[in-house]
């Protein structure tokens, strides 16, 4: 089922406002389609104007920066999630999440819904990998 972003039906007061204008297909947004731990699987979308966008189903590298330099590493698990307790569980990869990987904890800093690709900062190192 579509999600429509359109103007609120009421006004402050809690008074219903008239309808300004049907609905139209820019105002449409799309269902949440999460990226996941596994093989890596994305997908092309076209936007407004012609852009595109990647969006990625799943994956198991993340692009980490450990003292000012870019490696990647394999994802192990989603340890810690600040949007959805849930996604814990369901290993489910968004904006602030936490993974456990090779060589430590890593915080998301990318939207793998928008990106398509996982970057992320290191928060702790793995012992014995300092």
């Known amino acids: 089922m579509a999600q429509w972003h359109l103007r609120?039906?009421?006004?402050?007061?809690?008074k219903l406002l008239n309808k300004r204008?049907?609905?139209k297909k820019y105002q449409r947004g799309r269902d949440f389609l999460p990226a996941h731990i596994g093989e890596p699987?994305?997908?092309?979308?076209?936007?407004k104007g012609g852009g595109?966008?990647?969006l990625l189903l799943r994956t198991n590298i993340v692009n980490v920066i450990v003292k000012n330099k870019a490696q990647q590493t394999k994802i192990l698990s989603v340890i810690g999630n600040p949007a959805d307790s849930q996604?814990?569980?369901?290993?489910?990869?968004?904006?602030?999440?936490?993974?456990?990987t090779d060589l430590g904890k890593v915080k998301?800093?990318?939207?793998?819904?928008q990106d398509g690709v996982v970057?992320?900062?290191?928060?702790?190192?793995?012992?014995g990998k300092k």
């Open 108 to 113: 998301v800093t990318s939207r793998p819904g």
């Open 8 to 14: 609120s039906k009421r006004k402050p007061s809690g």
């Open 87 to 100: 996604f814990i569980r369901r290993n489910i990869i968004t904006k602030g999440a936490i993974l456990q």
């Open 41 to 47: 699987k994305s997908q092309q979308l076209r936007t």
């Open 52 to 54: 595109e966008k990647r």
């Open 119 to 127: 970057n992320g900062i290191m928060i702790e190192p793995a012992a």
């Open 21 to 23: 204008s049907k609905k």
